[in-house]
């Protein structure tokens, strides 16, 4: 159908027709085109779109653009070269490309989202988002392995990522609730630090150095970590798994480890056994080497169990030789554990009995009687 046919056709019209004629050709004078109208994008996504507006008139528009029916918390920007606009100037039969940026947030339903890029007056561009899962606005803090076993004096080194899923730049605190006299140091991208930038949608690497307080009990410790801002935080739950170690230190209370003695006569001699690991000592037993013919006892005979940081005292008897001549004598005691030792040196200064020390003198004083009487005896001849 020939241009002058269809004008031929209105002019039978009634006037009210041909006005809402007139009205559609107008508003088909100025269109508007992209070739991507339904894409399919993850949360936080943002979306680059360049769309013509085309004047298919005879003469100049000006042309009101806006875009209708968008999500509240969607931004979206309408741009021409480097210019932000809301009105754009076509000549008769050209096109102008305009571009429209618009960021999908990160928390966000799965599901289509429908908006119009409008041509006020003239076209309505219809565009679908297909959000192809469901969105958070959060913090994410990981790591591929939480748990840890090892001795108490042992350093775990933890692997994390710490996620910004928020829409900006984010500067995380990062700090422990780990139990009192635990150290944790925390080393992004391998540097130890107290805070660390992350970009939106991007995260970081770090290793979490975790050393425990000395001589710390065996056990199952919880460890928290937290990365925090003012508008989000995550937390990370750490575990350690203390498996003990077994040292002890056996003395005496006073730390004196000499003493005297009289030969053939008891000694008694208070021991104290300390733990001094963080692993519970089970079935310590006492057993020494002295000198020949020298007895030792001790009570108790064996200690059952003694917890870390505990003490105990045992009572050691010693009976020196009757015979033992006066001088120094050493007796080594010993503590062991199935898995552990411990051993002192004591030394015993032994002295005559009082009876023994009159006889030699006695002794002493016959010899010189006897001296002496030969002496007057024979010595005027």
Do not use: C
Not at 10 to 29: C, D, H, K, N
Not at 111 to 137: E, H, M, W
Not at 191 to 205: D, G, L, R, Y
């Amino acid at each position: 159908m020939s241009f002058f046919t269809k004008l031929s056709r209105l002019a039978l019209l009634p006037v009210a027709g041909i006005l809402m004629i007139s009205e559609i050709l107008t508003a088909q004078s100025v269109t508007l085109y992209t070739p991507y109208t339904k894409i399919s994008v993850p949360p936080g996504q943002k979306i680059d779109y360049s769309i013509d507006v085309i004047n298919h008139s005879g003469k100049r528009q000006n042309v009101d653009l806006l875009v209708t029916g968008i999500q509240k918390d969607w931004t979206w920007l309408l741009k021409s070269g480097s210019w932000n606009i809301r009105q754009i100037a076509i000549l008769p039969g050209e096109k102008k490309k305009i571009s429209l940026s618009v960021n999908v947030p990160f928390k966000v339903k799965k599901g289509n989202y429908r908006f119009n890029v409008v041509a006020k007056g003239f076209y309505s561009l219809p565009l679908n988002v297909v959000v192809s899962k469901q969105g958070t606005y959060k913090t994410e803090f990981t790591s591929n392995q939480a748990n840890m076993e090892g001795r108490d004096n042992a350093r775990f080194t933890f692997n994390a990522v710490l996620k910004n899923g928020t829409g900006v730049k984010q500067r995380y605190a990062l700090r422990s609730l780990a139990p009192r006299g635990w150290e944790v140091v925390f080393k992004p991208n391998y540097k130890e630090a107290t805070s660390v930038e992350i970009e939106p949608n991007n995260s970081v690497k770090m290793t979490i150095e975790i050393h425990p307080r000395h001589q710390v009990e065996a056990g199952t410790y919880k460890i928290p970590v937290l990365a925090e801002t003012n508008t989000t935080s995550a937390r990370l739950n750490l575990e350690i798994v203390i498996t003990g170690s077994y040292r002890m230190e056996l003395s005496t209370p006073t730390g004196l480890l000499s003493t005297h003695i009289t030969a053939g006569d008891e000694k008694k001699v208070m021991l104290l056994l300390k733990n001094t690991g963080s692993a519970k000592l089970k079935d310590v037993k006492f057993s020494y080497a002295a000198p020949e013919n020298w007895e030792v006892t001790f009570s108790p005979g064996k200690v059952e169990e003694l917890d870390p940081g505990r003490s105990t005292e045992v009572l050691t008897t010693i009976k020196a030789d009757k015979k033992a001549i006066a001088g120094d004598y050493v007796t080594k005691i010993t503590a062991k554990a199935p898995e552990i030792y411990s051993q002192i040196t004591y030394r015993f200064s032994v002295k005559t009995p009082m009876l023994m020390g009159w006889l030699g003198i006695l002794i002493i004083v016959i010899a010189l009687g006897s001296v002496y009487y030969l002496f007057q005896k024979y010595g005027r001849r």
